[in-house]
T-cell receptor, first 108, second 114 residues
Framework: AQRVTQPEKLLSVFKGAPVELKCNYSYSGSPELFWYVQYSRQRLQLLLR??SRESIKGFTADLNKGETSFHLKKPFAQEEDSAMYYCALPSGNTPLVFGKGTRLSVIA | SQTIHQWPATLVQPVGSPLSLECTVEGTSNPNLYWYRQAAGRGLQLLFY??????ISSEVPQNLSASRPQDRQFILSSKKLLLSDSGFYLCAWSEGAANTGELFFGEGSRLTVL
């Protein structure tokens, strides 16, 4: 069965430091992967998807099939990046399977 | 543009009482609809999803049920709430025909069972 693992519940970094939120997956086939974000008092929303290969708010994520990872990275963290981040993977014909989430706290 | 609304935003209910959370989507037709529960340390758990009126798939056997009486309406219910039903419930929709994989979430309903 498809599974998404986010090993860190909480990640604290200083403003201006690099950020890497880890995501590992198990999937038989070519996966599509997503990162969703939930800022304080806002709705959960899509941040980026690997298929579009774009950078959103300075974040990028590269699919590494060898390591079955889709880590989310940003070179210089900002305070406004503090939020809950979820990695997600479609599971066949059923809806997205989400990881348990990582709370990012950027310290000024 | 498409919008999604769910209510109530906050609900406090005694154990054994019934539950009804409602979700409606506007500005699209034949969406896929979902109920997720968000719990600290447990992430987002898919509860139910629906690809059409009257079609409900349950992902987790539990005390809850879902119904889709209309194309853009999705209801989460329980006949008798348990303490373990407390949590933050999220309704979401996605395109039915052209599935891009993107989900659009509502603002959530926080349920506290006492």
């Amino acid at each position: 069965a498809q599974r998404v693992t986010q090993p860190e519940k909480l990640l604290s970094v200083f403003k201006g430091a690099p950020v890497e939120l880890k995501c590992n997956y198990s999937y038989s086939g070519s996966p599509e992967l997503f990162w969703y974000v939930q800022y304080s008092r806002q709705r959960l929303q899509l941040l980026l998807r690997h298929i579009s290969r774009e950078s959103i708010k300075g974040f990028t994520a590269d699919l590494n099939k060898g390591e079955t990872s889709f880590h989310l990275k940003k070179p210089f963290a900002q305070e406004e990046d503090s939020a809950m981040y979820y990695c997600a993977l479609p599971s066949g014909n059923t809806p997205l399977v989400f990881g348990k989430g990582t709370r990012l706290s950027v310290i000024a | 543009s498409q919008t999604i609304h769910q209510w109530p935003a906050t609900l406090v209910q005694p154990v054994g009482s019934p539950l009804s959370l409602e979700c409606t989507v506007e500005g699209t037709s034949n969406p896929n609809l979902y109920w997720y529960r968000q719990a600290a340390g447990r992430g987002l758990q898919l509860l139910f999803y629906s690809v059409g009126i009257g079609q409900i798939s349950s992902e987790v056997p539990q005390n809850l049920s879902a119904s889709r009486p209309q194309d853009r309406q999705f209801i989460l219910s329980s006949k008798k709430l348990l303490l373990s039903d407390s949590g933050f419930y999220l309704c979401a929709w996605s395109e039915g025909a052209a599935n891009t994989g993107e989900l659009f979430f509502g603002e959530g309903s926080r349920l506290t069972v006492l």
